[in-house]
Nanobody
Framework: QVELVESGGGLVQPGGSLRLSCATS????????MGWYRQAPGKQRELVAR???????NYADSVKGRFTISRDGAKTTVYLQMNSLKPEDTAVYYC??????????WGQGTQVTVSS
């Protein structure tokens, strides 16, 4: 059973920074696509950022230039560095790891609130 444990969420003022971490128990870490999603109240879950097996990264337009996704194979952990946070970034953030054809795992979510 794969476990994903997220941490790093919290309350931050606009313009501030947070770093989310997702510790995973997957084996062959580099063979998984890793991603961060978020869901705000009343909205659908959306992709924030992902890192593919070859290292390519993709970002939602709304976070480009502000957020950075990275991974540490030795720690089997994926990170999301969030800078210049805005109130509209407020959401529950979820870690996701997946591998073709059927593996698809989710973390429990961590709340990020951006407010003054």
């Amino acid at each position: 059973q794969v476990e994903l444990v997220e941490s790093g969420g919290g309350l931050v003022q606009p313009g501030g920074s947070l770093r989310l971490s997702c510790a995973t128990s997957v084996l062959m870490f580099s063979t998984y696509t890793m991603g961060w999603y978020r869901q705000a109240p009343g909205k659908q879950r959306e992709l924030v950022a992902r890192i593919l097996t070859g290292g390519t990264t993709n970002y939602a337009d709304s976070v480009k230039g502000r957020f950075t996704i990275s991974r540490d194979g030795a720690k089997t952990t994926v990170y999301l560095q969030m800078n210049s946070l805005k109130p509209e970034d407020t959401a529950v953030y979820y870690c996701n790891v997946k591998r073709w054809p059927i593996e698809d795992y989710w973390g429990q979510g961590t709340q990020v609130t951006v407010s003054s």
